[in-house]
């Protein structure tokens, strides 16, 4: 019996490294992917330059994902959630209430909007515009994170959407967002972007007072 | 005397046709450009699949174009100018004042970002985040464009600048028509649009009011 349970253990304690190593290769594809997407967008972002980057081979990628296009979705996707647990955990350190919070709020949501996880995502917004191959999966993973961030936009700034105008407010204001990432794709926007950030605020939190 | 003026007369309507005919195959190859941008993204937009849309030759096309960034930011710059022009003719039909005018500026204005001038438009500015070659050129029309959008949405919704607050809600508004235009690339967002079209425009007559 002795012999059994070791022998168990030790299949165990095998299998336990490997997964880990395989779960480990996994994540430095999905991170060098998003991180070529971000630098070289679509049509620079091939499968070889991805496995160069991650310093694994051809065959250690197509273990995990099939296609080309599995894999950026996939990037996508562990990005995004990894940008979830980011913004909740940053949404901790925000002043409690007020027009500071809806502004700190607000300020927030924009940094990830101009950030390079939505560039990484843009570039594959746009390719999945003309890539058949791209687009149920980038679709299905915009609507996800639409709703996501939305949701968390709500939480975040206490928002009562049962009142009328609240919802297409914040609606608004996560395009808005959008688009701030849009204008600083090929120039630092940073300064025409803090005084509309502030007024945007501004209007926002009337809106939740107004209704409250 | 007779026969001098007579050769001229000839040179003349002999040159207009063919600089007519000139400016008519540029005009074609700049709309295929386009055309082809919108639906193929700037990877599936060779100067091969313009020329072919067109009906032009190759040798027609580098006539005109140099270079395959030349003719494309060459043809979002025309199509750009043409916008500027329609979007004028339609500001002419709108109502002359109050809350209903505000609503019809924005809804034009968000229209126009939602339609596909935009839509090729946005395919060329991410493919300018990692071309070198298309940055330049591209930078500089979108600084051009954002200037003249916000010109004419401040000169449509009679917005005072020197008030506080307005020039950068009227930034944000142009902000929010372009990440509705993103939203509305993979999706009929139309619904969703209309909700939020209304409730900012009573946002940005309300900011327009109060400092006025």
Known sequence: MGAVTGHVTDHVTERAPKQDRSRATRQRILAAAVACLAEHGWSG???????TRA???RGA?????????ELFTAAIAHMAEQWLTTVRERARALPREGPDRT????DMLVSVYTGPLFRAALHLWVAAGEQ?????????LEAHMGREAHR????FLGADESRPG?????QGTLDMARGLGLANLLSDDSARRAGIVGQWSRLLDGVLREAG
């Open 45 to 51: 972002s091939t499968v070889a330059v991805v496995c």
């Open 55 to 57: 310093g694994v081979s």
């Open 61 to 69: 990628a197509q273990h995990h994902f099939r296609t080309r296009e």
């Open 103 to 106: 502004y700190a709020v607000v």
């Open 132 to 140: 058949e191959a791209l687009r149920p999966g980038v679709t299905a």
């Open 152 to 155: 968390l936009a709500v939480e």
């Open 166 to 170: 609240v919802r297409e407010t914040v």
